[in-house]
């Protein structure tokens, strides 16, 4: 991170111009990244660089906050924010910066950190926040992730506690309790997220197998059904400067694929595998069909969770 008032304009244009930084927001800029970083890489890379300008710039004492937070803490959000959010103990003037989402609020010692050079809300209280304040998905891959990372569900608990009762309190509430550390992505906690909406029990995550080719791990599923799920990210089956498993042949990648599911089904499970191109009533009506018919027809939605 540059800052304008740290260095001479004439060495601040020179850099933009030579291609050697691009600017973030007013007053600050960054080193140009490669031009082979994959696109989502770089755009999450740019909202944690406008989260440290904007933390930088404001004044009265700002606490980047929310999946602004999220992003300086290095976990995953469903969808990058569009603004910095920040907690400010006044509320917002007409003319304030477009690019920031002020929360107002005070945040007590004990629930803010510095990561990354700034002051923003510990994991625990942005994965209370977002649980709160977020949409339901974007909320519970937070927390997941907050989990994952050593957070104890306690302490969110503790932090939803502290916070005064109102909006989102008890969609905050219900979702941690559904929050679960086996997540390791956000289309993990996506899929998790489609199955628990139908009123389905919780499945199980990270489920450990014993198969003919050694011990497995498999996303979620139901070990009383023998009912298991991946999400099978296609990342992995790509090549090239974008992305992303460049050292892995795909062909070979796939084959070990096919025989480690053939491996998990020959221990009684079945597997399904789901990608991002899948819709979810196509996801649940393919799981529905592997659930007893009685646990089927007592199936009710959970309000706290809209359709996708």
Request: proline residues 9%; charged residues 30%; hydrophobic residues 40%.
């Amino acid at each position: 991170m540059h800052l304008a008032h740290e260095h001479l304009p004439e060495e601040a244009r020179r850099r933009l111009a030579a291609g050697e930084w691009e600017r973030v927001r007013r007053g600050a800029y960054r080193d140009t990244p490669p031009p082979d970083v994959p696109p989502l890489v770089a755009e999450r890379a740019l909202a944690v660089a406008r989260a440290r300008a904007v933390a930088h710039a404001l004044r009265a004492d700002p606490v980047v906050s929310h999946a602004s937070a999220a992003l300086l803490h290095g976990l995953p959000v469903w969808e990058l924010p569009t603004t910095t959010h920040v907690f400010q103990p006044y509320r917002r003037s007409g003319s304030a910066a477009r690019d920031v989402t002020r929360h107002v609020g005070e945040v007590g010692a004990e629930d803010r950190v510095t990561t990354l050079g700034v002051t923003a809300t510990s994991l625990a209280r942005t994965a209370a926040d977002c649980l709160r304040t977020m949409p339901a998905l974007d909320g519970l891959v937070v927390a997941d992730a907050a989990l994952a990372r050593g957070v104890r569900r306690s302490d969110v608990a503790a932090v939803l506690d502290r916070l005064p009762r109102g909006r989102g309190s008890r969609q905050g509430r219900h979702l941690l309790e559904l929050a679960d550390p086996g997540a390791e992505s956000a289309r993990e906690t996506w899929l998790r997220y489609v199955l628990l909406r139908t009123g389905l029990p919780r499945p199980d995550t990270q489920v450990p197998l014993r198969t003919e080719v050694g011990p497995v791990r498999v996303d979620l599923g139901w070990t009383r059904w023998r009912l298991l799920l991946e999400f099978d990210g296609l990342v992995k089956y790509r090549t090239g400067p974008s992305g992303l498993a460049p050292r892995e042949d795909p062909g070979r990648v796939l084959v070990q694929e096919k025989l480690r599911q053939e491996a998990i089904e020959r221990t009684g499970n079945r597997l399904l595998r789901v990608t991002s191109r899948d819709r979810p009533s196509h996801v649940v009506a393919r799981v529905l069909r592997h659930v007893p018919p009685d646990v089927v027809r007592g199936l009710r939605p959970d309000p706290f969770l809209p359709p996708l």
